[in-house]
């Protein structure tokens, strides 16, 4: 026979409660970190694009010239 001393349901509940406040709490954490990262991504694609757009806008220039 178990011995041990049974915990209530409200100890379970608590538990319950705590992982989901700290999933949350995780989950909005890596969201941000995220959309800082694609953020940096999108804007060297951007500059990367209008660099190449550029350089050949000075070539064409050149080359009608």
């Excluded at 800082?36 to 694009?49: D, G, K, N, Y």
């Amino acid at each position: 026979r178990d011995r041990s001393v049974s915990r209530g349901l409200g100890d379970v509940y608590k538990r319950q409660v705590l992982a989901f406040v700290l999933t949350a709490i995780l989950a909005s954490v890596l969201a941000i970190v995220l959309a800082v990262i694609l953020t940096s991504v999108l804007a060297s694609v951007l500059a990367v694009v209008s660099y190449v757009f550029i350089s050949c806008a000075v070539v064409h220039i050149i080359a009608v010239s």
